[in-house]
């Protein structure tokens, strides 16, 4: 039983396409995460949610555009992809922020 | 803003050598401490944690005690093994009023039979 799951797990698109990440967990838990992880393994917070509220934003481009529709989805929205968008993303969830993070295993996208 | 800093990699060793990852930090108040490993092609997973000062966290043979007169979250194994081979992150969360998590750059650590 997979606890936190993406889909799909790669994903090769052109520039300027729109895509979305779809993320789901069954812990229980009431926040989540997404991430980014470039090629040197710096991992990026980009957005967090907790009950459907989203509670972080980090300087993330407006072309990025989380959604919750309940407390185990977490999904993420590109438009008008760009190169720089190649990457790996990972969505994480955790019971309560602060608490230890469960992990995905990761996207990875590549923007051609 | 808070920052966790972390030993550039990637370190070599030879199986069952002693390991040590430093990893120190700054934040306000008191963090809770993580350390994650990441194998190649998979998502992160906790390690071990540790939640107020001079506790220690153990997982699988690693430990890591916090230290906050020292403000470090140092990763220590006695005895690595292959299959250890992996990049390690520490972080922390919850400090001050803030939750927002905090990862260091990784450490990738290659143990040679």
């Known amino acids: 039983d997979t606890a936190v799951s993406q889909t799909p797990k790669y994903l090769v698109t052109q520039m300027g396409n729109d895509k979305s990440i779809k993320c789901e967990q069954n812990?229980?838990?009431?926040?989540m995460y997404w991430y980014k992880q470039d090629s040197k393994k710096f991992l990026k917070i980009m957005f967090s949610?907790?009950?459907?509220?989203?509670?972080i934003n980090e300087t993330v481009p407006n072309r990025f555009s989380p959604k919750s529709p309940d407390k185990a989805h977490l999904n993420l929205h590109i438009n008008s992809l760009e190169l720089g968008d190649s990457a790996v993303y990972f969505c994480?969830?955790?019971?309560?922020?602060?608490?230890?993070?469960?992990f995905g295993p990761g996207t990875r996208l590549t923007v051609t | 803003g808070n920052s966790v800093t972390q030993m550039e990699g990637p370190v070599t060793l030879s199986e069952e050598a002693f390991l040590t990852i430093n990893c120190t930090y700054t934040?306000?108040?008191?963090?809770?401490l993580f350390w994650y490993v990441q194998y190649p092609g998979e998502g992160l997973q906790l390690l071990l944690k540790?939640?107020?000062?001079?506790d220690k966290g153990s997982n699988k043979g690693f430990e890591a005690t916090y230290r906050k007169e020292t403000t470090s979250f140092h990763l220590e194994k006695g005895s690595v093994q292959v299959s250890d081979s992996a990049v390690y992150f520490c972080?922390?969360?919850?400090?001050?009023?803030?939750?927002?998590?905090?990862f260091g750059r990784g450490t990738s650590l290659i143990v040679h039979p």
């Open positions: 994480a969830s955790s019971h309560g922020q602060g608490s230890e993070q469960y």
């Open positions: 812990l229980g838990h009431d926040t």
């Open positions: 949610y907790n009950n459907k509220e989203l509670i």
């Open positions: 934040a306000t108040g008191y963090p809770s």
């Open positions: 540790a939640t107020k000062a001079d």
């Open positions: 972080a922390l969360t919850r400090s001050g009023g803030s939750y927002i998590p905090t």
